[in-house]
């Protein structure tokens, strides 16, 4: 049985920093694009970063430019990312997700197959 995990959310002060985590199970994905999204109460789920399997892509929305960052480690199937100078705004599930399919780096929600059943990131004011 396939698993993403997610782990690391919490509470916070605006300004704060909050690692997350997403494990994965039941497969590799090392040859995958990984990615998180986030849904905050009553809108749509977002993208918010993206990693390709090798490292050498990355794609942020523009709202977290310079303030998160994206990374993975293949040999723990780990995906991780790195929040910093965190806002109100940024208050949200968050999701990670793997694409379909390997060795190609994409950022759109409809190509991810494989979900993490979320963590939640409140940042107060």
């Known amino acids: 049985q396939v698993q993403l995990v997610e782990s690391g959310g919490g509470l916070v002060q605006a300004g704060g920093s909050l690692r997350l985590s997403c494990a994965a199970s039941?497969?590799?994905?090392?040859?995958?694009?990984m990615a998180w999204f986030r849904q905050a109460p009553g809108k749509e789920r977002e993208f918010v970063a993206a990693i390709s399997w090798n490292s050498d892509s990355r794609r942020y929305a523009d709202s977290v430019k310079g303030r998160f960052t994206i990374s993975r480690d293949n040999a723990k199937n780990t995906a991780y990312l790195q929040m910093n100078s965190l806002k109100p705004e940024d208050t949200a599930v968050y999701y990670c997700?793997?694409?379909?399919?390997?060795?190609?780096?994409?950022?759109?929600?409809?190509?991810?197959?494989?979900w993490g059943q979320g963590t939640q990131v409140t940042v107060s004011s």
């Open positions: 039941g497969r590799t994905f090392s040859r995958h694009t």
């Open positions: 997700a793997a694409d379909r399919l390997p060795m190609i780096f994409r950022a759109s929600i409809e190509t991810y197959d494989y």
